[in-house]
């Protein structure tokens, strides 16, 4: 009978049938006896309460309520601790009680049981019972492994364990092998024989003590076994061929990749290019044949080949150029991708290993040019010092990252003619091929002018490339966007060494950003960071210039204030890069606010000016909102910062401006909305001055606060209540209610010390007393009072 299920899937739903099958014999039986029970009492004409119903037969009850488990896995899990249970006392009786039988007991008890626990699955599985049979035939090969070490140990100590093991490891795998065809419904046998194939030519290379390259080969010879019996003979084992020709096949990689790199010299290196280039021969091979994974073999076949042409090359060479010539034989890997006689699993294989390899090279080169600029970093110790750059180090790895870096690019823009719809490949040609440019003056120990020219050119240069985007890609455009700021940076920091080069890079290098963005058809984000760039290096031009003048670090700030004056009266010109332009002019400005922070007077010059500037803005409808208020906390820290400078320690002197400018503001909101709330239009500008000249008042010995403050307040409650306005009336009359108590304190206090010990109790129990008897009146007048300011404004 054809079906289209593999045999195991089949033999595994044949047995769930069985299993419900089984099943429903026993509810059918169970309902049968509880109607013969039911029937019988009423054949004599009694009836009597009927037992229990059975449960639904889609459902069958369990006696103590439903299971937790069901049948199937609770008979595995005995099965699996029957036969755990049996292996553990075959290894005791084995290593523990075999010395305390003769050597005939020996063999009969071991024999016996042997063959008792590889012939009982024969009938087991004719009865059904497959699971069990499968349970006593894993002890059975177990048992078998106890035979061979037992046979070892009595029989044969003279010989050498390694070459033992090896020849039992074949005894077993083949006798594994026969028992499992015989018995083709056992599932563990083949497995166990395949498994335990993979040892006996990697033990007898260790038994003939061979060394690693010896090893590598009965590990690629076992792999290969593995893939022909996968390719040759497709079934049941190739899952378990394919697992472990793999793991036999990457040992023997690795192998080969440790000798190749421990070899000191060519000739030393060409047992492991013999190793490495058979284990290429034998991934491609797979990959050539093989339906999944063919990619993943491809692409260890290309790893091992490029080891095995690189690396006898190498061993004569420096490190640096040694990885240069593995590079060139990974790129050439790349050329797979135009030969299409090659499968596309091997095509894409050979690529994904030469540019594997590329990319750790890249990697490398990039993380040591990277070194290589950061140390620019030590002029930001000594500025100006016109210290010349020192040349590339004469032990280090030389022109060598550069090449790598060329070539790498040269690479990926190769391929972006290849695979057109790919962005990575434009992206990473771009990076690398910055990388080597920029970097090539510096590493070849170039001097100084030379360095800066050269660099310059290149930064311009990949900023041209940005902001032609749209003829070369989006992605290279950024990637070159990018380059060309990183570029920036460093030759800007380099800048630093002299004032000549620093006025020279910072103009030019923000000329050309201004160019930029004022180019039209550059796209909006490569225009937006080119006017950013260009605000930015205008406020390090005169940072430069205040540092030229040899002015005090405060007095630097003014001039860094004229770049954001200069955006604000541009406004509506600078077009699509008004808003990267007002950010960066922004940050400009927190700059000089920062610059100036040093001296108190010049700090409230640059915070007065800077509310200026943001006022300024403000005048066009459209930033007004976003620079008004900052223009009124600008002109208010402004003022405070004068007068902490001049010594003022007065609160009013801060509040009133406040209160000023909130008052104002409230004035103005209430005369456009006349519903607005007084707490909203005049709350705050009030509570600014009144609630801090109130705590000064009680720390306060002198009469001029007091009358002042007092005075004030009066004025505030009657413009409350003649406005009908319940901010002014209630902070007023709040205000002018705790004028009055510190003004009377002193006498109550007088008072007090003259009466006697017990009056204050006393007239404290009459005012107690006469309150509760008008409690009733006093709420009433509460009321109305409540009702009377709940009709204010």
Not at 648 to 664: F, G, K, Q, S
Request: charged content about 10%; hydrophobic content about 60%.
């Amino acid at each position: 009978m054809e079906t289209p299920l593999p045999p195991a899937e089949e033999l595994a739903l044949i047995d769930r049938e069985l299993f419900q099958l089984d099943a429903r014999r026993h509810y059918l039986l169970s309902r049968r006896e509880w109607l013969l029970r039911g029937q019988v009492p009423f054949a004599w004409g009694v009836p009597t309460q009927p037992a229990a119903h059975p449960a639904h037969p889609a459902h069958p009850a369990h006696p103590a309520g439903s299971a937790e488990t069901s049948a199937p896995s609770a008979q595995n899990v005995l099965l699996i601790l029957g036969a755990v249970l049996l292996a553990v006392a075959a290894l005791a009786f084995t290593l523990v009680s075999w010395g305390s039988l003769g050597i005939a007991g020996r063999g009969a008890v071991l024999a016996v049981v042997t063959a008792a626990a590889l012939g009982t699955p024969a009938p087991l599985l004719r009865r059904g019972l497959r699971s069990t049979a499968e349970a006593v035939a894993a002890v059975g090969l177990l048992l078998t492994v106890l035979d061979a070490y037992a046979l070892f140990a009595v029989s044969m100590p003279q010989v050498d364990g390694l070459a033992y093991a090896a020849g039992a490891a074949a005894v077993l795998a083949a006798l594994w092998a026969g028992y499992g065809r015989l018995l083709g419904q056992l599932r563990i046998p083949l497995p166990a024989a395949l498994l335990t194939a993979q040892l006996p030519l990697f033990l007898a290379a260790l038994a003939a003590g061979a060394a690693g390259l010896d090893q590598g080969w009965a590990l690629l010879a076992t792999a290969a076994l593995d893939a022909g019996l996968v390719l040759l003979r497709p079934g049941r084992l190739t899952p378990w061929a394919a697992v472990a020709g793999s793991v036999a096949g990457g040992a023997a990689l690795l192998t080969g990749l440790t000798e190749s790199v421990a070899a000191g010299s060519a000739g030393m290196a060409l047992g492991s290019s013999a190793l490495l280039a058979a284990t290429a021969v034998l991934g491609v091979a797979v990959a050539w044949r093989a339906a999944r994974l063919g990619a993943a073999f491809a692409a260890a076949g290309g790893i091992a080949a490029v080891a095995a042409l690189g690396g006898p090359v190498t061993r004569e060479l420096r490190p640096s150029w040694a990885a240069v010539v593995y590079l060139v034989v990974a790129l050439a890997l790349l050329g797979a991708l135009r030969i299409p006689a090659l499968p596309a699993a091997v095509r894409r294989g050979l690529a994904w290993a030469g540019a594997g390899v590329a990319a750790l090279e890249a990697v490398s080169a990039v993380a040591w040019v990277a070194t290589v600029l950061a140390g620019r970093l030590r002029v930001l110790a000594e500025v100006w010092s016109a210290t010349t750059p020192a040349p590339a180090a004469p032990n280090g790895p030389g022109a060598a990252p550069v090449v790598a870096l060329l070539l790498t690019a040269a690479a990926a823009w190769w391929l972006v003619r290849v695979l057109p719809g790919r962005r990575e490949p434009g992206v990473a040609a771009v990076a690398l091929g910055w990388a080597a440019l920029f970097a090539g003056p510096v590493v070849l120990g170039l001097p100084a002018g030379a360095v800066f020219a050269a660099q310059l050119a290149v930064t311009l240069a990949a900023g041209v490339l940005a902001l032609r985007s749209a003829a070369v890609g989006a992605g290279p455009g950024i990637a070159a966007g990018a380059c060309a700021l990183a570029g920036a940076v460093s030759v800007s920091v380099a800048a630093l060494d002299g004032r000549a080069a620093t006025f020279a890079v910072f103009g030019l290098l923000g000329a050309a950003c201004a160019a930029g963005a004022a180019y039209r058809p550059a796209p909006a984000w490569a225009r937006a960071g080119a006017a950013a760039l260009a605000v930015g290096y205008a406020a390090l031009l005169a940072v430069t210039l205040g540092a030229l003048l040899e002015r005090p670090v405060a007095w630097w700030a003014p001039p860094v204030l004229a770049v954001p004056a200069a955006v604000a009266a541009l406004g509506p010109r600078l077009g699509a890069v008004r808003a990267p332009a007002e950010a960066a002019a922004a940050v400009a400005g927190l700059l000089a606010v920062a610059l100036a922070t040093g001296d108190a007077p010049v700090l409230a010059l640059v915070l007065a000016l800077a509310g200026v500037v943001c006022a300024g803005a403000a005048v066009r409808p459209e930033r007004r909102a976003a620079a008004g208020w900052p223009a009124g906390v600008l002109f208010l820290a402004a003022t405070w910062v004068r007068l902490a400078a001049s010594e003022v320690t007065v609160p009013e002197a801060y509040t009133l401006p406040v209160t000023a400018v909130a008052l104002a503001v409230g004035f103005v909101r209430r005369r456009r909305d006349a519903e607005a709330a007084s707490w909203t239009a005049y709350g705050p500008g009030l509570a600014a001055t009144l609630l801090p000249s109130t705590l000064a008042v009680w720390g306060d010995p002198h009469w001029a606060r007091p009358l002042l403050l007092g005075v004030g307040a009066l004025a505030v409650t009657l413009a409350g209540a003649r406005g009908r306005l319940r901010a002014p009336l209630l902070l007023g009359g709040a205000t002018l209610a705790a004028v009055a108590l510190h003004e009377l304190t002193p006498f109550v206090v007088q008072v007090v010390d003259a009466l006697p010990r017990w009056l204050p109790p006393a007239l404290a129990g009459v005012l107690l007393l006469v309150v509760g008897a008008t409690y009733e009146k006093r709420l009433r007048d509460a009321r109305r009072l409540r009702d009377a300011i709940g009709r204010l404004k």
